[in-house]
């Protein structure tokens, strides 16, 4: 069974991540409200009677924002970790909340759900896997660093949302204040476009064939830099840049190899060469 996924919206104004089959699906965070989410889903064909669940990262506004309705509209469980509900009083209904635990799978239908840790300056962080008959899907977006925990999961995905936040010259030149620079770039804040990059290179399967560059900085990157950057080293695998005002495309993932180039150190004077 093939596995359907899209992006609803990617962005510090908003996540909203789409994976199903044939028969149901799930949501990765509800960072638009309802409306929003319910428009951009039937602009794709996407039905919400086949959602079975929302699954919550963590507690930032941008992440949970429509799941209040969404759960009460569509009397939807929500997975979220007590430590994350702590720090984000949402107002669901008690019946509607699920804990999970890293590395405890969650059944929903034919998906297997399973969260893992992740360094973010949030209460209680988790990424996420969704596998269905061997085929496996990564949601790893707000992660300050490419820890073990991530490259382990990237490893497995035959497609993923994969943050690429900022690109480094311009968080470095740009408005924001030094101590939000720092908190960007610290480890437990966001990615970098080159940082993404390696992960991409060296830690991908042969058999991921589609990549969905996330979360990208209004005004730290740029989706033309990030496409053009990643799609030098795609050999095979679809970029795809997931926009912060609109849906991506729907895309089918069937578990198909694709070929694969050998691992390469990639350093940010090299990187910056090869794209001038």
Not at 78 to 101: H, K, W
Not at 260 to 267: A, C, F, G, L, T
Request: proline share 3%.
């Amino acid at each position: 069974m093939s596995l359907f996924i899209a992006s609803l919206n990617s962005g510090s104004n908003g996540n909203c991540y789409y994976v199903g089959n044939d028969r149901e699906a799930i949501l990765v965070d509800a960072g638009i409200s309802c409306r929003e989410t319910e428009r951009r889903m039937k602009r794709l064909g996407l039905s919400m009677q086949k959602v079975k669940a929302i699954f919550i990262s963590h507690e930032h506004s941008d992440h949970i924002n429509g799941v209040t309705v969404l759960s009460k509209k569509y009397s939807l469980p929500v997975y979220i970790t007590p430590g994350t509900l702590q720090n984000c009083r949402l107002a669901l209904d008690e019946q509607r909340i699920f804990s999970f635990m890293a590395y405890q799978a969650v059944q929903v239908g034919e998906l297997v759900v399973s969260a893992f840790p992740k360094f973010h300056d949030a209460a209680h962080p988790h990424s996420f896997m969704i596998e269905c008959r061997g085929i496996k899907v990564g949601v790893l977006t707000d992660i300050g660093s490419a820890c073990e925990h991530v490259t382990s999961h990237f490893k497995q995905c035959h497609a993923a949302f994969l943050e690429a936040n900022y690109d480094e010259e311009l968080l470095e030149k740009g408005r924001y204040p030094y101590h939000l620079k720092r908190r960007i770039r610290g480890g437990h804040g966001h990615l970098s476009n080159i940082q993404a990059l390696e992960i991409f290179i060296n830690h991908r399967s042969a058999h991921l064939s589609h990549l969905l560059l996330s979360h990208l900085s209004r005004d730290n990157n740029r989706p033309e830099l990030v496409h053009g950057l990643f799609s030098q080293h795609a050999d095979g695998t679809e970029i795809i840049v997931a926009s912060r005002y609109e849906e991506t495309a729907v895309y089918h993932i069937n578990g198909i190899p694709v070929s694969k180039q050998p691992p390469v150190d990639i350093q940010a004077g090299q990187m910056q060469f090869s794209l001038f």
